[in-house]
């Protein structure tokens, strides 16, 4: 690659360098820009000094890497201003593939999403030209940044998996590296930190195997957090502090994510000051670096802390914070989502000129092959009615996802992401039904938040539904995956234990309740007590349905409202529930079944 360079071996520069050793200290920038920013300035401004000496391809190599360098500062004006004060267009296709590659993300961190989407679409028509499997890994790499930018991640991991397809094609681990690298990105920004730990080390392993430290290292972070995230942070502290050491220095997003995942571990040992030092650091930086995206959850964290430490102005003041974040937060959802439906080019757009492209080759392909054989006629009637197939079978694919989504929409609570009535219904007729033919235990929770209504009233129906989300997220966590957990109406939920007796069932429930005492509002200047009562029953021979479950559940849950609300009730009282009447919940719910409420 670097033969043209090598002509020169014999020149000597004013400084003593040959043209050959500083080819050399060229290809290490990338490399420095990470590890040692100050040695690839010095050598920046080496070859600066020296540039008429250098062939063409090894200046624009240059010029690339030195775009690359100020990307990794964050200097992203610097870099768009090199990048436009040279003509790639005489350049070879592989060199113009990195130049818009390095286009599209520098316009995306200066927020010009249009002219991101532009340099993505001539990146897109550039890859039937390209030989090397790298410089189309560019491309789709440029495509994936686009996506992952808009908050697209469902399109962002397919093109993680094209470029991990790419490298197992070309048997190139590094690439491999970097669509798997990509693709826990995608993952772990997406939150789906189990589907992280799944694949982190099997990834990891191949990027240590293909000598990409970097993306190993940048994994092994993700694999960090992901088990503080998922296991608590007791098991893997001492790892995590020790990895924080070295990139504390380091302002990228993932020190962030590190240093709240800290920050969380501490604050819930109890060590509010320490959380208080993780928490305030990872605010400073994500504000530091305009991170909307994690700026409203770290403005939140550090108002636990202030309200822990009883510090009501610093409190107030994060609040509001909080506040602001999440409506920037939201906004910024909002333009990137209607930019991104009103952009010439989508996810959808992108992948068809990729389709189209690789057509074309296969065209060309086919036309060589045709101008060879008496069958041209009948192969070309052949290769349309192929193109007619998969047009049909594209079309199915779409009815099928449509219709795929449609059914998600109806399973789910629109507004709390839990089960929806009917499909709550559903689950815990199948669970009770189960449990009954294995002869295993089951226990169903029926609990309601306390004095709702006053919510409402008092702080607005926005509140309101902050309360819901939020509850039905920290419930959500405390539960096991196996647990159902679905929405029964208003501020009444179920939960349905399969394989639980009733003292777990029991114990559940105070956890759960525990957790929503713990529930922070963002109302500056007002207290929010955030509760709940909960009744729980257990199947046995007396109750020995779904709807006796309910109505028993139900009942426990009076008797614990009557006993002053904010507390788990098991054993029904006769006294206490004397004067029980369903709730709201199970009347609406025995009304759609036709049945008469009952007491």
């Avoid at 436009?84 to 818009?100: G, V």
């Avoid at 959380?275 to 409203?296: I, S, T, V």
């Avoid at 309740?513 to 922070?520: A, S, T, V």
């Amino acid at each position: 690659m670097l033969s043209a360079v090598l002509l020169y071996a014999g020149a000597v520069f004013a400084n003593g360098a040959s043209v050959s050793d500083l080819s050399q200290e060229i290809e290490r920038i990338p490399q420095l820009a990470y590890e040692s920013p100050a040695d690839a300035e010095a050598i920046i401004k080496r070859v600066r000094r020296s540039l008429d000496l250098l062939t063409q391809e090894s200046k624009e190599r240059f010029f690339l890497f030195e775009a690359y360098f100020y990307g990794v500062s964050q200097k992203h004006q610097k870099r768009l201003e090199l990048l436009l004060s040279y003509d790639w267009s005489a350049s070879q296709p592989k060199y113009q593939a990195r130049a818009f590659q390095q286009l599209v993300d520098v316009h995306m961190n200066l927020n010009q999403f249009d002219l991101a989407l532009d340099n993505l679409d001539l990146a897109i028509h550039l890859l039937p030209l390209l030989q090397e499997d790298t410089a189309k890994m560019l491309i789709l790499h440029s495509a994936y940044t686009v996506f992952s930018n808009l908050y697209r991640y469902d399109q962002a991991l397919k093109f993680a998996d094209r470029i991990t397809a790419l490298g197992i094609e070309g048997n190139s681990k590094r690439i491999q590296c970097y669509g798997m690298t990509n693709r826990l990105d995608a993952l772990f920004l997406d939150g789906q930190f189990k589907r992280v730990l799944l694949e982190a080390e099997d990834a990891r392993e191949l990027c240590l195997s293909s000598q990409d430290q970097l993306s190993a290292d940048l994994i092994h972070v993700y694999q960090l957090v992901a088990s503080i995230q998922v296991y608590g942070g007791a098991m893997y502290q001492e790892q995590a502090e020790a990895l924080y050491a070295q990139l504390k220095n380091n302002h990228h997003e993932y020190t962030i994510l590190l240093e709240h995942a800290l920050g969380s571990h501490y604050f819930y040992q109890g060590h509010i000051e320490r959380a208080g030092e993780f928490f305030l650091r990872a605010f400073n930086r994500a504000d530091e670096l305009d991170l909307l995206r994690l700026k409203p959850k770290l403005a939140e964290a550090v108002a636990k802390v202030k309200w822990r430490q009883q510090r009501w102005d610093e409190y107030a003041a994060f609040i509001n914070l909080t506040i602001d974040a999440h409506k920037a937060y939201e906004q910024d959802l909002y333009d990137k989502s209607v930019y991104f439906h009103l952009a010439k080019i989508n996810a959808e757009d992108i992948e068809g000129q990729l389709k189209i492209i690789e057509a074309k080759n296969r065209e060309l392909q086919l036309e060589n092959q045709l101008a060879e054989t008496r069958f041209k006629h009948i192969r070309i009637l052949f290769a349309w009615a192929s193109i007619g197939c998969l047009a049909l079978f594209a079309l199915v694919v779409f009815v099928q996802r449509q219709k795929a989504k449609i059914k998600v929409s109806l399973e789910t609570d629109t507004l709390t992401k839990v089960l929806s009535r009917v499909s709550l219904m559903e689950s815990c007729t199948k669970a009770v039904a189960e449990a009954k033919r294995r002869e295993q235990p089951l226990s169903l929770v029926v609990f309601d938040l306390d004095h709702f209504k006053r919510v409402n009233d008092t702080f607005g129906h926005a509140v309101g539904d902050w309360v819901l989300k939020t509850v039905s997220r920290v419930v959500r966590n405390s539960i096991r995956d196996k647990d159902i957990l679905g929405r029964l109406g208003g501020e009444e939920f179920v939960i349905c234990l399969p394989n639980t007796d009733i003292e777990q069932a029991r114990q559940l429930s105070e956890r759960c309740r525990e957790g929503l005492e713990r529930i922070i509002a963002p109302v500056a200047n007002n207290k929010l007590d955030i509760s709940a009562s909960f009744g729980v029953a257990r199947l046995d021979a007396t109750v020995d349905s779904l709807d006796k479950l309910l109505v028993t559940a139900d009942k426990c849950l009076y008797q614990a409202k009557h006993l002053g609300r904010n507390r788990v009730a098991t054993v029904l009282d006769d006294d206490c529930t004397e004067a029980y009447q369903p709730s709201m919940g199970l009347c609406s719910l025995q009304a759609e079944h036709g049945q008469i409420p009952l007491k």
